[in-house]
């Protein structure tokens, strides 16, 4: 009784306070709109270190922007506010650039097929028009 | 509890199943307009509707759902007269089958979804194809089969 009565602080959820229960599981769509932030973010400094691409890439900025937001808005949550994330310094190759954003655009409309096929009815357009913004952007980056 | 409102999937397989009839329709006029690279382009996307069609009308008939029948013609929404306004039809033509299997996901589930999902980036994919050969830019749109 001494050994089990002096083990009890030891717990982690007494450690913690945590008598909540189990956290909410994440939302499955939260993998795709942190990529959405990231792809955006990595246009956007591409863009900035290549002004010559500007034109081609600003366009796809902005669709992985508005991924995001209308992800957030059907996951009900804000968007994450402050410094965008970035991905690290392009390269200073511009056709090393685009073969790394085209790697990138496909990565991501793997995971957004994947996503649309468990995605409930109501997610299910929304998440699939992502995967096809995606698969778009790899052959716009050729 | 979210209310359904998503159409059945045999309505929603027929309504795709309408949209390439004219998508293939449409592809007669756009191919006699182009020539050399642009042209193998529309025959190679008039195929892949020809596919769809097919697999579709396979599909619906062995589930005993409605088999919508392919009319003589199909009006188009603006007269083909030349190369820019055939490349002009032919990225219509893609979204707005892209737009019928985009409405074709809610509906269906497990293989069924999956056949809409390749659908729907296969045609918003030519629709960037046909935007670069038009010279239109942006290539892309943020939402590819979103009505707008």
């Known amino acids: 009784m001494a050994l089990g009565a002096a083990a009890v602080p030891l717990t982690g959820c007494d450690l913690l306070g945590g008598d909540d229960g189990p956290p909410p599981a994440p939302d499955p769509l939260r993998p795709l709109l942190d990529e959405a932030l990231a792809l955006a973010a990595g246009h956007r400094d591409a863009a900035t270190a290549h002004p010559d691409l500007a034109a081609q890439l600003t366009p796809i900025a902005d669709?992985?922007?508005?991924?995001?937001?209308?992800?957030?808005?059907?996951?009900?949550?804000?968007?994450?506010?402050?410094?965008?994330?970035?991905?690290?310094?392009?390269?200073?190759?511009?056709?090393?650039?685009?073969?790394?954003?085209?790697?990138?655009?496909?990565?991501?409309?793997?995971?957004?097929v994947a996503a649309c096929a468990a995605a409930p009815a109501e997610r299910a357009a929304l998440v699939g028009s992502i995967a096809a913004a995606r698969a778009t952007h790899v052959e716009a980056l050729k | 509890?979210?209310?359904?409102?998503?159409?059945?999937?045999g309505e929603a397989l027929g309504a795709a199943l309408t949209a390439e009839y004219a998508a293939i329709y449409a592809y007669g006029p756009i191919g006699v307009r182009l020539s050399g690279t642009a042209r193998t382009a529309a025959r190679q996307a008039e195929a892949a509707h020809r596919r769809r069609r097919d697999a579709l009308v396979m599909q619906l008939s062995t589930t005993g759902a409605a088999v919508?029948?392919?009319?003589?013609?199909?009006?188009?929404?603006?007269?083909?007269?030349?190369?820019?306004?055939?490349?002009?039809?032919?990225?219509?033509?893609?979204?707005?089958?892209?737009?019928?299997?985009?409405?074709?996901?809610?509906?269906?589930?497990?293989?069924?979804?999956?056949?809409?999902?390749?659908?729907?980036?296969?045609?918003?994919?030519?629709?960037?194809?046909?935007?670069?050969?038009?010279?239109?830019?942006?290539?892309?749109?943020?939402?590819?089969?979103?009505?707008?």
């Open chain 1, 63 to 112: 669709a992985h922007q508005a991924h995001a937001a209308e992800l957030a808005r059907i996951m009900g949550v804000s968007l994450p506010s402050g410094t965008p994330v970035t991905t690290g310094a392009p390269t200073t190759d511009p056709d090393a650039t685009l073969t790394d954003l085209r790697g990138r655009e496909r990565a991501g409309r793997d995971a957004a």
């Open chain 2, 68 to 148: 919508p029948a392919d009319q003589a013609g199909y009006a188009l929404p603006f007269p083909i007269t030349d190369r820019a306004s055939a490349l002009r039809l032919a990225v219509e033509v893609e979204e707005r089958t892209a737009a019928h299997w985009r409405a074709a996901l809610a509906a269906t589930t497990g293989a069924d979804r999956d056949q809409a999902l390749d659908a729907l980036l296969d045609y918003a994919v030519r629709a960037t194809r046909w935007r670069k050969t038009a010279g239109m830019t942006p290539v892309t749109v943020a939402f590819p089969g979103r009505p707008t």
């Open chain 2, 1 to 9: 509890m979210i209310e359904r409102v998503a159409p059945a999937p």
